[in-house]
Nanobody, 122 residues
Framework: VQLQASGGGLVQAGDSLRLSCAAS????????MAWFRQAPGKERDFVAG????????FYADSVKGRFTISRDNAKNTVALQMNSLKPEDTAVYYC????????????????WGQGTQVTVSS
């Protein structure tokens, strides 16, 4: 499966942004999907994940209550709605897919999108 992330940009603290990840090739309904982010000089961290059905979601503590992950299996897309953005949310955001199960480690995922930059100014 090929993943294409989009929707990043420059916003101010408190603003909202919606990221999208489009899957092509095999449909993403057969994959667990997740978002990770990587700030300069830091490791790639888990942000949010969603089960194949979309019924179960997972979040990092740092974004819980502010970010929402969702998927549309008919359109082969996964979205990350980010509200109340903070400067510490600044990073390159990546979508990832795994055919079997959810995991919080970046090394768990087999497929990655190219990343989209999110910059939050104070």
């Amino acid at each position: 499966v090929q993943l294409q992330a989009s929707g990043g940009g420059l916003v101010q603290a408190g603003d909202s942004l919606r990221l999208s990840c489009a899957a092509s090739g095999r449909t993403d309904s057969t994959y667990v999907m997740a978002w990770f982010r990587q700030a300069p000089g830091k490791e790639r961290d888990f942000v949010a994940g969603i089960s194949k059905s979309g019924y179960t979601t997972f979040y990092a503590d740092s974004v819980k209550g502010r970010f929402t992950i969702s998927r549309d299996n008919a359109k082969n897309t996964v979205a990350l709605q980010m509200n109340s953005l903070k400067p510490e949310d600044t990073a390159v955001y990546y979508c990832a897919a795994d055919p079997i199960a959810f995991g919080r480690s970046w090394s768990h995922y087999d497929y990655w999108g190219q990343g989209t930059q999110v910059t939050v100014s104070s």
